[in-house]
C-alpha cells in the first residue's frame, strides 16, 4: 500500500496510529515466557472453530430427524468434511485446553491483580460463554451422549427456585429435548461465538489498557518493555507452530479419541446409556455436581466452582506481587489446587461408587476450601515473607504500590456529602 | 518448555474412554482392499439378511474399488447409489427378535473397544452345558451366532471362522471410517510441513530476539 492510500485512510480512520499503539509500539515487558502464548492461541482457535463452524454449517441440517445423517453426509460425502468436522470438534478441546491454560498461568502470576481484575473478570464471562457454546454444539450431532448429556444439563434448571419445572420445558421447548430443543441449541451456537468475539474486543482494549502483567509481577521500567511487533509477533507464531503440531496429531491421527463412542449411535430418548459422562473439559465440575446429594445444592456448587476464579482479586489479601514466582505458598497451593482438579476430573469421569464418591467429596471440600482460606493463607504468608525480608526492588515496588493507594481520590466525593 | 510440552502431550494421549469389562481380544485391523472386499463378501453372506448399512452404498463399494459383478449380484435391481439396506423389514425384525438390528455402518465406532469389541462379541459366542448359546462379551445379545462359533469345535474350522470376523471387522471399520487411511495419508505431510514451519519460525524468533541486548 503507497504511503498516499495510508494517508488517505488516516484522515478519515485511525489506521496508522491504531498500528503503531497497538502493534509496532505497543511495550510488552522483555521478560514474558511462553506460558504469556496461550492468550494468543485462544485467539486463534477461535478464529478457527468460527471458519470451520461456518462451513460445517452449511452441510449441516438441525432436524432431529435429519442431524445425524447430515453429520455423517459430512464424514463420507463433502469433499473434506470429515477434516472440517475432526478440525472442529478437535477445536473445542483444544479450546478448553488452551484456555485452562491461560487461566493457570494467570493463577499462577497473580495477573488477576490490580490493575487487571476486569481483564480478569471480563476473561471469566468469556468462559462461561465458551462453556455455553461446547455444551449447545455438542447437542448437534445429536448422537446418545449429544441427547442425553442435554438432558441431564437442561434438567439441573429444575432447581430454580418455584418456576424448576416451567424452565426446564422454556429451555427444551418441550417437556424433553426434542427437535425445538436442536433447532434454538443450533441457532445459538452459531450465534454465541461471535458474543464471544465481542467480548474478546473487550478483553483486549482492557489488556491495552493495563498492558500484560509477567513473571515477575513487577511493572517493569521503560527500558524493559520491549515492541510487540516484531518480538511478540515472532515469538506467538513460533508458539501457535507447536500448538498446531500437537492439535493436527489429534485432527489427522486421534481425532476419535476425542469423542465417545456412543455418539456414533443416533439419539434415542427411549435408551438410557448405561454411563453419561460430559467432555473432558466439564469434567471437574461434573464430578462438584455429582458430590453433593442435594440437587440444588448439586447446581449452585457447581455453579460456585465455575465462579469461584473470579472472586481470586478479592481472596487474595497479599501485597506480594508476583504470584508464585515470590510466594511459596501459591506455588505450593497452586500444585495443589491442580492435582485436586485432576482427581475431580476422574471421579467426574468414572461411574459412581461409594468410594468414588467419598473422593469426590473429600477433592470438592478441598476445593472450595482451597477458595476460602486463601485470604488468611495469602495473609499470614505476606507477614513471614515480610520478616524473612524480601528483595529491594520487590519492596520499593509495594511502596510504589501503597503511595499510589493513598494518592488515589477518595471513593466519596465533596458533592456526595450529604 | 520443551518438557512442558512432552508432558503436554503425554497427558493427551490418556485417553478418558475405559475399556469393556470383560477381555476384549486384541484385533488389527486390515485395511488393504483384499482383506476389505473378503469382508464384504462375508458380511453380505452372513449379516447383510437382518442388518443395514445406510450410510454405506454400493457406488462406495465400487468407489473402492470391490468387483464390479459382484456388486452387481449384491444390489439387484437397486440403483448404483442405494444404501445396502438389509433384506428384512423393521417389522419383521420386531416379530422375530422384538427389536430392530442395529445398523452397522458406525459399528466399530459405536462401541467402548471399537473394532477390538465387535471382533470379539463375533467369536464371544458359546454353548452352556444345557445347550443354551450365550456370548461372553454381551450377554444381553439376541441375535443369534452368525458365524457358528459355539457349534464348532475343530480347530480348523474354528480358525476359518475366526479369519471371516477379521475380514468383516476389517470391512466395517472401513465403512465406519472410509476416509481413515486418506486422513493417515495427508497427516504425515500435514505433520512433516508443520515441523518444518515451526523449525523455520524458531530461527526466526532467535534472529529476531538476538537484536535486544
Redesign the interface.
Known amino acids: 500500500m503507497t504511503n498516499k492510500t495510508i494517508n488517505w485512510i488516516d484522515r478519515r480512520f485511525p489506521f496508522s496510529s491504531f498500528v503503531k499503539h497497538d502493534l509496532t509500539e505497543y511495550p510488552t515487558p522483555r521478560n514474558l515466557s511462553y506460558w504469556w502464548n496461550f492468550g494468543f492461541l485462544a485467539g486463534f482457535v477461535l478464529v478457527l472453530q468460527v471458519a470451520t463452524g461456518v462451513f460445517l454449517a452449511m452441510h449441516y441440517k438441525a432436524d432431529a430427524g435429519l442431524s445425524f445423517d447430515s453429520v455423517q453426509h459430512i464424514m463420507r460425502d463433502v469433499n473434506y468434511g470429515w477434516l472440517l468436522r475432526f478440525m472442529h470438534a478437535t477445536g473445542a478441546s483444544a479450546f478448553f485446553l488452551v484456555i485452562y491454560i491461560h487461566m493457570a498461568r494467570t493463577l499462577y502470576y497473580g495477573s488477576y491483580r490490580a490493575p487487571r481484575e476486569l481483564m480478569w473478570w471480563t476473561g471469566q464471562g468469556l468462559l462461561l460463554l465458551l462453556m455455553a457454546t461446547a455444551f449447545m454444539g455438542y447437542l448437534l450431532p445429536w448422537g446418545q451422549m449429544s441427547f442425553w448429556g442435554a438432558t441431564v444439563i437442561t434438567n439441573l434448571f429444575k432447581a430454580t427456585p418455584f418456576y424448576g419445572e416451567e424452565v426446564v420445558t422454556w429451555l427444551r421447548g418441550g417437556f424433553s429435548v426434542g427437535d425445538a430443543t436442536l433447532t434454538r441449541f443450533f441457532s445459538l451456537h452459531y450465534l454465541l461465538p461471535f458474543l464471544i468475539l465481542g467480548g474478546v474486543a473487550v478483553h483486549l482494549i482492557a489488556l491495552h489498557t493495563v498492558k500484560s502483567s509477567n513473571p515477575s509481577g513487577i511493572d517493569l521500567a521503560a527500558k524493559d518493555n520491549i515492541p510487540f511487533h516484531p518480538y511478540f509477533t515472532s515469538k506467538d507464531f513460533y508458539g501457535l507452530g507447536i500448538f498446531l503440531i500437537v492439535y493436527c496429531l489429534f485432527v489427522f491421527f486421534l481425532p476419535n479419541s476425542l469423542m465417545e463412542p456412543a455418539n456414533n449411535i443416533p439419539a434415542n430418548p427411549m435408551q438410557t446409556p448405561t454411563h453419561i459422562v460430559p467432555e473432558w473439559y466439564f469434567l471437574p465440575f461434573y464430578a462438584i455436581l455429582r458430590s453433593v446429594p442435594d440437587l440444588v445444592g448439586g447446581v449452585v456448587a457447581m455453579g460456585l466452582s465455575v465462579m469461584m476464579f473470579a472472586f481470586m482479586p478479592f481472596l487474595d489479601r497479599s501485597r506480594i506481587p508476583g504470584g508464585a514466582s515470590n510466594r511459596p505458598m501459591v506455588k505450593l497451593g497452586f500444585y495443589l489446587f491442580l492435582i485436586n482438579m485432576l482427581v475431580l476430573g476422574y471421579v467426574g469421569a468414572t461411574p459412581p461408587s461409594n468410594q468414588t464418591i467419598l473422593i469426590g467429596r473429600v477433592a470438592t471440600l478441598f476445593y472450595f476450601g482451597s477458595f476460602f482460606l486463601i485470604p488468611f493463607i495469602s495473609k499470614a504468608e505476606e507477614r513471614w515473607l515480610i520478616k524473612r525480608g524480601l528483595p529491594a526492588e520487590l519492596k520499593e515496588l509495594m511502596e510504589r504500590e501503597a503511595r499510589e493507594k493513598i494518592d488515589l481520590p477518595p471513593h466519596r466525593r465533596a458533592g456526595d456529602d450529604k | 518448555?520443551n518438557k512442558?510440552?512432552i508432558s503436554?502431550?503425554l497427558c493427551?494421549?490418556v485417553?478418558?474412554?475405559?475399556s469393556a469389562e470383560a477381555m476384549l481380544e486384541t484385533f488389527k485391523v486390515d485395511t488393504d482392499l483384499p482383506a476389505i472386499a473378503r469382508g464384504v463378501d462375508d458380511l453380505m453372506n452372513n449379516c447383510h439378511s437382518c442388518h443395514n448399512l445406510k450410510?454405506v452404498t454400493y457406488l462406495?463399494l465400487a468407489k473402492l474399488g470391490i468387483d464390479r459383478q459382484k456388486i452387481d449380484g449384491w444390489r439387484g435391481d437397486q440403483p448404483m447409489d442405494a444404501p445396502l439396506a438389509s433384506l428384512m423389514s423393521d417389522e419383521a425384525a420386531m416379530q422375530s427378535f422384538n427389536l430392530v438390528p442395529?445398523d452397522l455402518?458406525?459399528m466399530t465406532?459405536?462401541?467402548?473397544g471399537?473394532a477390538s469389541y465387535v471382533y470379539s462379541y463375533l467369536l464371544g459366542y458359546y454353548n452352556t452345558p444345557d445347550g443354551v448359546t450365550h456370548n461372553h462379551i454381551f450377554p444381553a445379545t439376541k441375535m443369534p451366532d452368525p458365524l457358528g462359533m459355539s457349534t464348532t469345535t475343530d480347530h480348523a474350522q474354528r480358525e476359518e471362522i475366526r479369519k471371516t470376523a477379521h475380514d468383516i471387522v476389517s470391512f466395517l471399520s472401513w465403512a465406519?471410517?472410509?476416509?481413515e487411511q486418506e486422513?493417515?495419508r495427508?497427516?504425515y505431510y500435514?505433520?512433516g510441513y508443520?515441523?518444518i514451519?515451526?523449525l523455520l519460525?524458531?530461527f526466526?524468533?532467535k534472529q529476531?530476539?538476538s537484536r535486544?541486548k
Open positions: 518448555m512442558f510440552f503436554l502431550m493427551s494421549f485417553s478418558p474412554v475405559w450410510y462406495d442395529p455402518s458406525l465406532k459405536a462401541r467402548e471399537g465406519a471410517d472410509p476416509h486422513r493417515y495427508l497427516g500435514v505433520i508443520l515441523v514451519l515451526t519460525l524458531y526466526v524468533k529476531i530476539w535486544l
